[in-house]
Nanobody
Framework: QVQVVESGGGNVQAGGSLTLSCRAS????????MSWYRQGPRKERDFVSG???????NYAEYVQGRFTASQNKERNQLTLQMSGLKPEDTAMYYC???????????????WGQGTQVTVSS
C-alpha cells in the first residue's frame, strides 16, 4: 500500500511564499509519478503541478510563473515552491502518488491527507 505524506502548509500574507513537500513510500517497488492538486472551499479538486517521467514539470495556467515544482526521485519526494501567493490560492493542497511497476503499469494511486494553505489579503 502506498503512503503519501504532505507538509509545509500554513498562513501567509498575499505576496508571500510557502514551500510544500510530499513524500511517497511503499513496501513494494514503485516508480512514482507525483503531482499536486488543490481544493478550495466549495470547489472541485484541481490540478496544480506535476513532474512527468521525463523530468519536465507542468503547471496549471493559474500558477504558471509563480509556483515551481521539483523532485527527488531517490527519496520519492515532490516539492512545490509557491511565491506571489494570492488569496485565491487558499485551498487544501493534496499530493497524489501513482505507483508504476517496472513495465510502467499503474498499480495504485494514493492521495495524502492534504495540507492547508491560507493566504490573507
Amino acid at each position: 500500500q502506498v503512503q503519501v505524506v504532505e507538509s509545509g502548509g500554513g498562513n501567509v500574507q498575499a505576496g508571500g511564499s510557502l514551500t510544500l513537500s510530499c513524500r511517497a513510500s511503499s513496501a513494494r517497488y514503485c516508480d512514482f509519478d507525483m503531482s499536486w492538486y488543490r481544493q478550495g472551499p466549495r470547489k472541485e479538486r484541481d490540478f496544480v503541478s506535476g513532474i512527468r517521467n521525463d523530468g519536465d514539470a507542468n503547471y496549471a495556467e493559474y500558477v504558471q510563473g509563480r509556483f515551481t515544482a521539483s523532485q527527488n526521485k531517490e527519496r520519492n519526494q515532490l516539492t512545490l515552491q509557491m511565491s506571489g501567493l494570492k488569496p485565491e490560492d487558499t485551498a487544501m493542497y493534496y499530493c497524489k502518488a501513482e505507483c508504476y511497476d517496472l513495465s510502467w503499469n499503474l498499480r495504485e494511486t494514493s492521495w495524502g491527507q492534504g495540507t492547508q494553505v491560507t493566504v490573507s489579503s
